[in-house]
T-cell receptor, first 114, second 112 residues
Framework: DGGITQSPKYLFRKEGQNVTLSCEQNLNHDAMYWYRQDPGQGLRLIYYSQIVNDFQKGDIAEGYSVSREKKESFPLTVTSAQKNPTAFYLC?????????????FGDGTRLSIL | GNSVTQMEGPVTLSEEAFLTINCTYT??????LFWYVQYPGEGLQLLLKATKADDKGSNKGFEATYRKETTSFHLEKGSVQVSDSAVYFCALIGTGGFKTIFGAGTRLFVKA
């Protein structure tokens, strides 16, 4: 079955540590996205990528970094500069840029501070 | 810019009650409209969509009609079940765009 796989499901970060969240898709989608979800709130866009080797900042990119070296993969690094990283992180993909197709989501990674 | 406003929750209903979750939007042109559902501890799943005015999206007993004149896309279900308890997100993609704009989400609790 095609889909999006996020790992790990739970992640703990120590002070001053960078952590990387994995996102892999086998849907052959061009566009990929990272969102942050805080309790009781909606989704906020961190970064998105329309094509391999290209990505753009979303609404809350500070303290985060991404790469898009392969079509299937869009890892997110939460750096030590992100002072409040505790949240639920969702990765998504869609067929193509400039299309009205819905997004497909992974099951998320919950990040907490030790 | 584009935006989506949906009713605040939580919404608490008894099983077999009628559900309405209001959603209105602001966008130029003719956006595509979506409802997503999020079950506890999971990602979002597409529930239904509509891409032009007067279209009705439907799935699993849920329906929503794209109303251009009132810029609305209200979600309805005639008889909810306990298993419908989740958070529901209204969303849009603007004309010529691809970024999805999400509403804040509405949590639904259904009691047996």
């Amino acid at each position: 079955d095609g889909g999006i796989t996020q790992s790990p499901k739970y992640l703990f970060r120590k002070e001053g540590q960078n952590v990387t969240l994995s996102c892999e898709q086998n849907l052959n989608h061009d566009a990929m996205y990272w969102y942050r979800q805080d309790p009781g709130q909606g989704l906020r866009l961190i970064y998105y990528s329309q094509i391999v080797n290209d990505f753009q900042k979303g609404d809350i990119a500070e303290g985060y970094s991404v790469s898009r070296e392969k079509k299937e993969s869009f890892p997110l690094t939460v750096t030590s500069a992100q002072k409040n990283p505790t949240a639920f992180y969702l990765c998504a993909s869609s067929i193509a840029p400039n299309s009205n197709q819905p997004q497909h989501f992974g099951d998320g990674t919950r990040l907490s501070i030790l | 810019g584009n935006s989506v406003t949906q009713m605040e929750g939580p919404v608490t209903l008894s099983e077999e009650a009628f559900l309405t979750i209001n959603c209105t939007y602001t966008a130029t042109g003719y956006p595509s409209l979506f409802w997503y559902v999020q079950y506890p501890g999971e990602g979002l799943q597409l529930l239904l969509k509509a891409t032009k005015a007067d279209d009705k999206g439907s799935n699993k007993g849920f329906e929503a009609t794209y109303r251009k004149e009132t810029t609305s896309f209200h979600l309805e279900k005639g008889s909810v079940q306990v298993s419908d308890s989740a958070v529901y997100f209204c969303a849009l993609i603007g004309t010529g765009g691809f970024k999805t704009i999400f509403g804040a989400g509405t949590r639904l609790f259904v009691k047996a």
